[in-house]
Structure formats: C-alpha cells, structure tokens
C-alpha cells in the first residue's frame, strides 16, 4: 500500500484520524495531519482507504 499525503491541501479536519487511528494523527499546533505508519498491516486497508475517501481536502491518496 503508498500513501501520499498534500500537506498543503490538508485543512487538519481529522476525519482520517477517526477512520484510521492507527496510522494517521494531527500535529498539536495546526491539526495538519501526521503519517504514523507509511507500511500499515493489508488487514487495516479498508481503514485507509476509508479516510482517504472521507478527507474533506481530499488530500490524501492511497495505492494498493
């Protein structure tokens, strides 16, 4: 799985957080989002691609 992240597009909503704690989080000072795990387990796919689709900037992308 590649996953791309637009810094610049997020606007720090954290809907990816809520989808896919495991390998997303936000920054403290402006929410934008962090990439915790750039290799997540096949069984959590669903999850990322989850909060790829619910990302209001649509700043993330996911390759599978």
Do not use: H, T
């Not at 606007?11 to 989080?25: D, N, Y």
């Not at 999850?47 to 599978?64: D, E, F, G, S």
């Amino acid at each position: 799985m590649d996953i791309s992240i637009d810094f610049d597009k997020c606007c720090g909503a954290g809907q990816c957080v809520l989808a896919a704690p495991e390998v997303f989080g936000q920054r403290d000072e402006d929410g934008i989002v962090v990439l915790l795990d750039d290799n997540p387990p096949a069984e959590g796919a669903d999850n990322v691609v989850q909060a790829a689709a619910v990302c209001p900037a649509a700043a993330i992308q996911v390759r599978l």
